[in-house]
């Protein structure tokens, strides 16, 4: 028999899974995708079908930059802009082109724990950097550097998986000396940037393109929609040269050219602009309500409110193991993603992580009821 | 001054390219993409646009499934294709997944030279093995095999890139036998198959699902348009399997969800048959026409007229050097690929591949004349 799924993440009916990672359907930009894709095909030009250009097209990285620019308050230029089929395929092909089996990398603890799995399938050895409530621990980091030579740091300086900390301006500074000093990568994974729910605006690692040793991630996956499979890196013309330069795109051309060229549509009209202002009140509203549900429903559980992002990043009372808590959970209908799986140690057994950008208000209202009830009934 | 190019490929104006290995703009199918993007946009679906399914839109994978069947006359399940950003990104990945730095692999000598670059990317070392009229010859994979152990042979079986050569039934039995027999995999880059101008009629490797050893790859490149960047494995559900669970998978969902959703109205409406037949017909012409006009101009080139494909691949005559050949064509306005850069040893620099999927018969005409009047001019 075969199997006609379509989305990725599949939930059993009834279930509420706070661990879920991707948006609402209702969210996803259906009108607009559909007006930018008329668009382009009114334009009777098939170069977009063709091989395309190895750095991505040319009109699309002046759109994307022009966007960046205005977002970022900083000039954005599109030639140091690579275009790619979003965060998970700029990590692998980084992995491909910077490292070798048996090298060293350096991650935060905790991080994304699907990045893991890549770092796994290129034979690297990860090593682990403390974080605390200002992001990445610069001793920790320090001490690691006494013994290891990484060939890159991964990080999420904004609005972090799982734990929707922001690393600290000065923080950010000693990241960018420490690289240059020792010769390593700093590979900053800034797909949350844009989804700033507080006033607090961190200056992205995309600023330093003037550094070879620094390379910025973006992706429409969190700004526009993840089936897609669009996103860019931000770097020195040295990188990107390197990058456009791989037998992969030599062989294949341009990652993207066909969604590039549609998505161009919605980046021009403005239509981006309207969509993330839109995704950020609904997001800054679902944020208040599964924060007032957690404070009504758990009062034992600690966390601190994200600014913006996917995440809650919260610790049980007395060392409760989440996974015996996540399993309880399951006949109370409700799941989440245990902490254990964002550490690269299997540490951080008393945290659980949960997301608030695939339901409603009254789900996220009903699933943290169920938490409670779970926990009232002895999880 | 940003560059604005949004096509792989620059020919300088007035130079005939006969090395261009892309299809003429005109023949890429802006219609048939307009409607099956309207029919998809009309579904008031979202799906397409969320995080897709690992292995690939199940409905896509249905209508390919019996698209394929129906092209290569057996059954062809869906659950056995795993759905890809065409052959570069397979290639690219199958190494990440089947190989480690220092591994060894087997190539065609000669092969489709940008996946070298692949393979020194991944850092494997590539070895040789000799090929003739009937493709890869076997005493030498055999010869090979007794010095090393790859973890891959990787093939072009039909109307191969460069040579045009088809492997005969016999020695792709042998293949399948010495792969299992001596555990590598066998990478059966498919992407000619379709492309078939006389009544020739190979069994495609991608019969193999049920041997672990055999992995088929697929394109829409050929048959459709390379900017989609939209392919298939066709392989053993244990290896679809590791492809699923890799970390890029895992991470960003299916590879390609929002141009599949597409496509699969291409696939559905039979609209890829009528393309298939269209190319087909416009192809055989113009192995016609360079036939005509490699006979009439350049009578001391020797080459077999390719049954399928995209190229003739030609012996100059009297040992000339086919890179010295180029640059003096330079200011006859005419180019093509020098054998060399097919080869993995620096081999075959007597030898020429032309193209003829990328310009008119006429142009076609003009560039062989062009060679000529440079071969007469002492080139």
Excluded at 174 to 192: C, G, K, M, P
Excluded at 334 to 350: E, H, K, N
Aim: aromatic share 10%; net charge negative; proline share 5%.
């Amino acid at each position: 028999m075969a199997s006609l799924s379509v989305i990725q993440t599949q939930t059993p009916p009834g279930m509420i899974d706070l661990g879920r990672g991707d948006p609402s359907l209702s969210l996803l930009p259906l009108e607009m995708m559909r007006a930018a894709a008329e668009i382009r095909f009114a334009g009777e030009d098939p170069s977009f079908l063709q091989y395309g250009s190895g750095q991505g097209d040319g009109y699309f990285r002046l759109a994307l930059a022009e966007f960046l620019g205005k977002r970022y308050r900083f000039p954005v230029e599109s030639d140091r802009l690579f275009v790619t089929n979003g965060i998970s395929n700029a990590l692998d092909q980084i992995c491909t082109l910077f490292t070798q089996s048996g090298d060293t990398i350096f991650v935060e603890e905790p991080s994304y724990f699907l990045a893991f799995q890549i770092f796994k399938d290129h034979h690297l050895r990860v090593v682990s950097i403390q974080t605390d409530e200002d992001g990445l621990v610069i001793e920790s980091l320090e001490e690691m550097l006494a013994r290891f030579q990484p060939r890159f740091l991964y990080l999420i300086p904004t609005f972090q998986n799982p734990t929707g900390m922001t690393l600290s301006q000065k923080r950010r500074e000693q990241v960018v000396h420490l690289a240059q000093e020792r010769n390593f990568l700093v590979i900053a994974d800034e797909v949350y940037h844009f989804l700033n729910y507080a006033d607090i605006s961190p200056r992205p690692f995309a600023i330093h393109t003037d550094i070879e040793n620094i390379i910025s991630l973006g992706s429409f996956s969190k700004i526009l929609a993840p089936g897609l499979r669009l996103g860019w890196i931000q770097a020195h013309p040295q990188k990107i040269a390197q990058l456009v330069n791989c037998g992969l795109l030599d062989s294949g051309g341009g990652l993207n050219p066909f969604t590039s060229a549609i998505v161009r549509g919605v980046v021009e009209s403005g239509d981006l602009e309207v969509n993330i202002h839109k995704l950020i009140q609904i997001y800054r509203e679902r944020v208040k309500t599964m924060d007032s549900a957690l404070k009504q429903n758990l009062p034992e559980v600690k966390y601190k409110v994200p600014q913006g992002g996917y995440f809650f990043w919260a610790k049980l009372p007395d060392q409760m193991d989440a996974e015996v808590f996540q399993k309880n959970a399951e006949s109370f209908k409700v799941d989440f993603r245990p902490g254990v799986r964002f550490s690269s140690q299997g540490g951080l057994s008393d945290y659980i992580r949960l997301c608030y950008v695939h339901y409603e208000p009254d789900e996220i209202e009903q699933g943290i009821l169920r938490l409670k009830q779970c926990l009232d009934g002895g999880g």
